[in-house]
């Protein structure tokens, strides 16, 4: 079975802290994803990945980048966190099309 | 962007009934596909349908593709309390190198009372 595991199911921060999210899949998968949930808007895609090294900015990456330094690691950063990043982050992995995720982050930021 | 569409936003019917959830899209696709979520836990696959098939069965699940109207039906059948969860279409669209990349609509809250 396809794991993929992110590093914090809850996570509370303050506004301006710097925010690591990892996510870990253990498939081998060349292509990994960051979404972000919230109510009435479903999933958005921040930022994606089809290698290593290699990214591709979503439908919102503003405030947020990422890092693909191994095949099986993609983390999400959000470089000074703000209130309305206050979500449920959601990793995502694939070998061509069908997407397997994590459990999800929630998190908080005051 | 292209983006899948569900409707009804929340259903809810007692166990046994057949529940019907639809998805429209915009532009053309690669394929269609059909997610679960439970409450607070992440997206679960169920079914995948291409652009050049009209429909789809697994288990108690029926998925159907009309590309001419760009809409997809996702048809549970004598659901179970056990089904209650949000369901989310998402789009692969077509042309280019797309990596897998969805569209996902905004989801069908299913509610399935015993």
């Known amino acids: 079975d396809v794991k993929v595991t992110q590093s914090s199911r809850y996570l509370v921060k303050r506004t301006g802290e710097k925010v690591f999210l990892e996510c870990v899949q253990d498939?081998?998968?060349?292509?990994m994803f960051w979404y972000r949930q919230d109510p009435g808007l479903g999933l958005r895609l921040i930022y994606f990945s089809y290698d290593v090294k290699m990214k591709e900015k979503g439908d919102i990456p503003e405030g947020y980048s990422v890092s693909r330094e191994k095949k099986e690691r993609f983390s999400l950063i959000l470089e000074s966190a703000s209130t309305n990043q206050t979500s449920m982050y959601l990793c995502?992995?694939?070998?061509?099309?069908?997407?397997?995720f994590g459990p999800g982050t929630r998190l908080l930021v005051l | 962007s292209q983006q899948g569409e569900e409707d009804p936003q929340a259903l809810s019917i007692q166990e046994g009934e057949n529940a019907t959830m639809n998805c429209s899209y915009k532009t053309s696709i690669n394929n269609l596909q059909w997610y679960r979520q439970n409450s607070g836990r992440g997206l679960v696959h169920l079914i995948l349908i291409r652009s050049n098939e009209r429909e789809k069965h697994s288990g108690r699940l029926r998925v159907t593709l009309d590309t001419s109207k760009k809409s997809s039906s996702l048809l549970i059948t004598a659901s179970r309390a056990a089904d209650t969860a949000s369901y989310f279409c998402a789009v692969d669209n077509a042309g280019g190198t797309s990596y897998g990349k969805l569209t996902f609509g905004q989801g069908t809250i299913l509610t399935v009372h015993p």
């Open positions: 995502a992995s694939s070998f061509i099309e069908t997407q397997y």
């Open positions: 498939m081998d998968h060349e292509n």
